[in-house]
């Protein structure tokens, strides 16, 4: 049987390339060939974001893009699935017919099914269609799933395992659990049976995603939590690190701080704070005030040495007066948090938040932006100027070059996630392998690489 052939783009934070990676997975054991290239694909899909304006527009723009691929490639069949249809599917199907079809969040047997239909010429499926919410959280995860990659999807170094899907929150100007549902944890031995087959594919480095992790394991019975699942996964041998992204302070406790502690848990920590002024934070609906923040980072930084918090803050929010966003810039200096996204308030609709009063200016949130930005790149230059002269350990991503005499590799420290963070850029008179730590001297920086060359010193 001659199946088509599929590309998929995917768009957004890393919750939806984890996603995204597993549907791949999936149309592999089924007998479907995946490509890099949309240009040769018969078939292409795209995983999109609306969480805020700008993902929206970039979803847009993405669909007729691809769209091209039809006149200007083997394209047949462009498929839109994701964050974005399930808000706005009935106005993305009206205005945007460039798409042959569109599926919300927990609908993947119903794409599963509609692109079988196609292979069969059978035609489309019927509109009706029945959501599952945990069908990319349960099973799929034995060894022929790994086995199935094709050579261009080997295993990289670095990759994220999702541990869990929505969220019971319900801050005043976020739109995730009216599109991803409530908070639902993946069990444990799911997520020991992902990690432990990625990783002997060639995985080095974890990166746990969800909503917010730290709430993992709550709704789960017997209850667990993230203190737990971490101390499982440093027993697996091959795994050599392990890093916590989108942990909300109100889910560090003590036992997710001693956790930490282990030489596997990078001492690193994506956890957003949105803000730290306590009027905004109210408003927001977040549930710590500025206090109880202060005193999470202080206790991580009391217990894991040389911790690296990375945070995210929105600006501009209803209410946010000059002296509310002045004690969040005295905030970021004070302690140091160099690791920041900036995002401008985006009023949503069918939020508390886009219905407040005191709407701050959209000129006015570009200004702050501006001034955010350059006091977050002032830090992190300072942050990155004191480790000249430093030895790192360094996970090395890729190979960048060589020449005559020496290779040239890119990786990361324990303090920077990829795509997010710094990357390290370093040269080598032996030649090193994707996935190897090695210790690197850092002898220079500029804005967000570190150089250096390879050193004796041992990792390990």
């Not at 039809?70 to 798409?99: H, N, T, W």
């Not at 599109?179 to 990625?198: D, F, L």
Request: proline share 6%; with cysteine; net charge negative.
């Amino acid at each position: 049987m001659n199946y088509p052939l599929l590309y998929l783009e995917t768009l957004g934070c890393p919750k939806n390339q984890a996603d995204s990676r597993q549907i791949c997975a999936m149309f592999y054991q089924r007998g479907y060939p995946l490509s890099p290239d949309p240009q040769e694909a018969e078939v292409i899909l795209l995983n999109t974001c609306g969480f805020i304006d700008e993902a929206k527009e970039e979803s847009i723009d993405t669909i007729l893009q691809l769209s091209g691929w039809k006149e200007k490639g083997r394209c047949r069949v462009l498929i839109v699935f994701g964050c974005m249809v399930q808000k706005y599917r009935d106005e993305m199907e009206k205005s945007l017919p460039e798409a042959d079809a569109y599926f919300g969040v927990n609908e993947e047997p119903a794409l599963f099914a509609y692109i079988d239909r196609y292979m069969a010429q059978a035609g489309p499926l019927p509109a009706a269609r029945a959501p599952a919410p945990d069908f990319l959280q349960a099973g799929h995860f034995a060894d022929s799933y790994y086995r199935a990659w094709p050579a261009y999807y080997e295993e990289e170094p670095a990759g994220y395992i999702k541990i869990a899907e929505g969220c019971s929150h319900h801050c005043t100007f976020c739109v995730i659990p009216q599109i991803k549902g409530s908070y639902r944890s993946r069990t444990p031995a799911s997520i020991i049976e992902e990690a432990a087959g990625r990783a002997a594919k060639g995985l080095k480095e974890i990166i746990l995603v969800a909503q917010d992790t730290g709430a993992y394991g709550r709704d789960l019975s017997p209850a667990s939590s993230l203190a737990e699942l971490v101390t499982m996964l440093t027993a697996i041998d091959a795994i050599e690190r392990i890093r916590i992204l989108y942990c909300y302070p109100e889910g560090i406790d003590e036992a997710l701080i001693q956790a930490m502690r282990h030489p596997k848990v990078c001492p690193y920590l994506d956890m957003p704070i949105q803000h730290i002024d306590d009027g905004v934070l109210r408003r927001m609906g977040r549930p710590m005030d500025s206090r109880q923040i202060k005193r999470v980072i202080d206790r991580l930084r009391e217990e894991v040495p040389d911790i690296a918090i990375r945070t995210t803050c929105l600006l501009g929010f209803p209410g946010e007066s000059a002296e509310a966003f002045q004690s969040l810039m005295d905030f970021l200096e004070e302690y140091r948090l160099e690791r920041v996204g900036f995002f401008a308030f985006s009023p949503q609709p069918d939020t508390i938040a886009a219905q407040m009063p005191n709407q701050v200016p959209d000129d006015e949130k570009e200004r702050r932006l501006a001034i955010a930005q350059e006091k977050r790149d002032l830090l992190l230059r300072g942050r990155l100027d004191e480790l000249v002269g430093r030895i790192l350990c360094v996970l090395i991503d890729e190979k960048s070059a060589e020449d005559d005499k020496l290779y040239y590799y890119e990786g990361r420290s324990a303090w920077d996630a990829p795509e997010i963070d710094a990357t390290v850029s370093f040269s080598s008179r032996r030649r090193l392998s994707p996935g190897q730590i090695v210790s690197v001297r850092i002898t220079h920086s500029m804005d967000y690489i570190l150089s250096g060359e390879i050193a004796d010193e041992s990792c390990q």
